[in-house]
């Protein structure tokens, strides 16, 4: 079952440009948000979370937004750099309950 | 098309055990990745297998050991039990790597 679901295998953006991807969730139950960030033959990294008693959440140049009305999350990444080239992951858990993960949508940062 | 499967879906063995969890990928999907995640932890990545070759390998001890079979089905094996291995391992499979993964539902091992 696709709880979490990412509709963008891939995403290109220009260089100092912002990227946005995307993610939606099914459960209304989820309460934690993260994003992980995973470079080719490396395993995937934390990046960034939300709890769902915010609806933002920064960290330099990344920016997580959660809309629970519309069960949507969004990650924000201004000013891109080719470095941010990779596949990022989006994930939600429900209390202590195991966690989703999304398909993964490939971001590639032209120079 | 049916999903990613892991069998089973809890285990508990105690200390000094060895495990073997399985996972068969989406078919037609060659690349399988397996992680541990705990709490504490969060998401660790464990291996990662292509064409029944280990491609990646993260930062687990030598316990830590699994293949990947003709058919893309892959296992992995945890020796020696610590109940430090208590954790959900889940396995991941995409038709090329850093594409399109797909995960499972995971593996809910308890070492006691």
């Known amino acids: 079952d696709q709880q979490v679901k990412q509709n963008s295998p891939s995403l290109s953006v220009q260089e100092g440009r912002i990227s946005i991807l995307n993610c939606d969730y099914t459960?209304?139950?989820?309460?934690?948000f993260l994003w992980y960030k995973k470079y080719p033959a490396e395993g995937p990294t934390f990046l960034i979370s939300i709890s769902s008693i915010k609806d933002k959440n920064e960290d330099g140049r990344f920016t997580v937004f959660l809309n629970k009305s519309a069960k949507h999350l969004s990650l924000h990444i201004v000013p891109s750099q080719p470095g941010d080239s990779a596949v990022y992951f989006c994930?939600?858990?429900?209390?202590?309950?195991?966690?989703?993960f999304g398909a993964g949508t490939r971001l590639t940062v032209k120079p | 098309k049916a999903g990613v499967t892991q069998t089973p879906r809890y285990l508990i063995k105690t200390r000094g055990q060895q495990v073997t969890l399985s996972c068969s990928p989406i078919?037609?999907?060659?690349?399988v990745s397996w992680y541990q995640q705990t709490p504490g932890q969060g998401l660790q990545f464990l291996f990662e297998y292509f064409s029944e070759t280990q491609r990646n390998k993260g930062n687990f001890p030598g316990r830590f050991s699994g293949r990947q079979f003709s058919n893309s089905r892959s296992e992995m094996n945890v020796s020696t039990l610590e109940l430090g291995d208590s954790a959900l391992y889940l396995c991941?499979?995409?038709?090329?790597?850093?594409?399109?993964?797909?995960f499972g539902s995971g593996t809910r091992l308890t070492v006691v």
């Open positions: 991941a499979s995409s038709e090329e790597a850093n594409y399109g993964y797909t």
């Open positions: 078919s037609g999907h060659r690349s």
């Open positions: 459960n209304s139950m989820f309460d934690y």
């Open positions: 994930a939600a858990s429900a209390g202590n309950n195991d966690m989703r």
